[in-house]
């Protein structure tokens, strides 16, 4: 399975961004996708994951009710609608894979894309 992220930028806080994540390959063993984002000098880290099946979502805590995670099957994309940007929010972007249940654990996604940068200005 091969990844392709795209969609960051710059935006002011409080402005929106919406995330996209094209697969390619072998789709067929994608059971869960996540998007995951890595800050400068921090570690990675779970935003928001989905079911490619059923469509099952879950979020990290601090993006609830800003950030939805969605994904169109036939088009093989995943994307994640970013509004009420914060400044924390800034970091390179990331969407993986993994052929297993929906996680929240980094190491358990087995296909990563190669990151998109998003920065919020405050």
């Known amino acids: 399975v091969q990844l392709q992220a795209s969609g960051g930028g710059l935006v002011q806080a409080g402005g929106s961004l919406r995330l996209s994540c094209t697969a390619s390959?072998?789709?067929?063993?994608?059971?869960?996708m996540g998007w995951y984002r890595q800050a400068p000098g921090e570690q990675r880290e779970f935003v928001a994951g989905?079911?490619?099946?059923?469509?099952?979502?879950v979020y990290l805590d601090s993006v609830k009710g800003r950030f939805i995670i969605s994904r169109d099957k036939d088009k093989r994309m995943v994307y994640l609608q970013m509004n009420s940007l914060k400044a924390e929010d800034t970091a390179v972007y990331y969407c993986?894979?993994?052929?297993?249940?929906?996680?929240?654990?980094?190491?358990?996604?087995?296909?990563w894309g190669q990151g998109t940068l998003v920065t919020v200005s405050s």
């Open positions: 993986a894979t993994r052929n297993g249940d929906i996680t929240t654990r980094t190491s358990a996604y087995n296909n």
């Open positions: 989905i079911t490619w099946n059923w469509g099952t979502t």
């Open positions: 390959g072998d789709i067929f063993v994608i059971n869960a």
